[in-house]
C-alpha cells in the first residue's frame, strides 16, 4: 500500500498571502505511460470534497487560477498564491497509481 | 449536471447488515468507474471500494474486503454497497464517487451516515 504523508497538519494564513501544502508518497507516482496519477481534494466544513487538480498539475473545471500543483515522483505541492476566505477548510492528496487508493492525513487551512 | 445521490444509511448493531445505495445522473452512468469513500466522524478519507463501469472488476481496501461487496445497476443508473459483519470503526459517512477520464473522483455525493452501534 502506498503511503501518502501531508504536511502540515494544519496552517493558518492571512487572506492576500500564499498557502503551501506538501504531499509525499512512499513510492513513485508516475506511470509507464508517463503520467503521475497525484490528486488534490478540498474539503469546506460541513460539504462533501470537490476535485482541485488532476494528475499533479491539471486544474479542474471551474477551479480558479490562485490553485496550483507541481511535483513529481514522490514529492508534490499544493500552492495557493492569495488565500481568500472560501478557500478555508481541509486539503487532501490522492494515489491514483496503484490499489489501494490512498489519502493523505489532510491538511487543515484556517484564515 | 451530474448528481450523485446516496441513500439507506442508518444505525445497525455491530455484526449486523445494511445496503446503502447511490443514485446517479447526468452522465452516462455505464462508461464509468465508481467508488465509495468514506470519513469517520473527525477523521480523513478513506477509499473504500471501486467498481468498473460493466460491472466485471471490484476491488477493495484490505479493512472491508470480504464483509463488504461492491455491485450496480446500470438499467437503473445506480450503485451499491451491501456491508455485512458491521464493526464500530465502520461508523462513518459513506460517499459515492465518480471517476472521470482521467480526472479522478470528479463528483461526490452529499454522502449517507452509517453508524454501527449497540
Known amino acids: 500500500e502506498i503511503v501518502m504523508t501531508q504536511s502540515p497538519l494544519s496552517l493558518s494564513v492571512p487572506p492576500g498571502q500564499p498557502a503551501s501544502i506538501s504531499c509525499k508518497s512512499s513510492?513513485?507516482?508516475?506511470?509507464?505511460?508517463?503520467?503521475?496519477?497525484l490528486y488534490w481534494y478540498m474539503q469546506r466544513p460541513g460539504q462533501s470534497p470537490h476535485l482541485l487538480i488532476y494528475?499533479?498539475?491539471r486544474r479542474f473545471s471551474g477551479v480558479p487560477d490562485r490553485f496550483s500543483g507541481s511535483g513529481s515522483g514522490t514529492d508534490f505541492t499544493l500552492k495557493i498564491s492569495r488565500v481568500e476566505a472560501e478557500d478555508v477548510g481541509t486539503y487532501y492528496c490522492m494515489q491514483g497509481i496503484n490499489m489501494p487508493l490512498t489519502f493523505g492525513g489532510g491538511t487543515k487551512v484556517e484564515i | 449536471e451530474v448528481e450523485m445521490l446516496e441513500s439507506g444509511g442508518g444505525l445497525e448493531q455491530p455484526g449486523g447488515s445494511l445496503r446503502v445505495s447511490c443514485a446517479a445522473s447526468?452522465?452516462?452512468?455505464?462508461?464509468?468507474?465508481i467508488s465509495w469513500v468514506r470519513q469517520a466522524p473527525g477523521k480523513g478519507l478513506e477509499w473504500v471500494s471501486e467498481?468498473?463501469?460493466?460491472?466485471?472488476?471490484?476491488y477493495y481496501a484490505d479493512s472491508v474486503r470480504g464483509r463488504f461487496t461492491i455491485s450496480r445497476d446500470n438499467s437503473k443508473n445506480t450503485l451499491y454497497l451491501l456491508m455485512s459483519s458491521l464493526r464500530s470503526e465502520d461508523t462513518a459517512i459513506y460517499y459515492c464517487?465518480?471517476?472521470?477520464?482521467?480526472?479522478?473522483?470528479?463528483?461526490w455525493g452529499p454522502g449517507t451516515v452509517v453508524t454501527v452501534s449497540s
Open positions: 464517487v465518480k471517476d472521470g477520464l482521467p480526472t479522478r473522483f470528479d463528483a
Open positions: 494528475e499533479v498539475s
Open positions: 447526468g452522465f452516462t452512468f455505464s462508461r464509468h468507474a
Open positions: 513510492q513513485s507516482l508516475v506511470h509507464s505511460d508517463g503520467n503521475a496519477y
Open positions: 467498481i468498473s463501469g460493466s460491472g466485471d472488476s471490484t
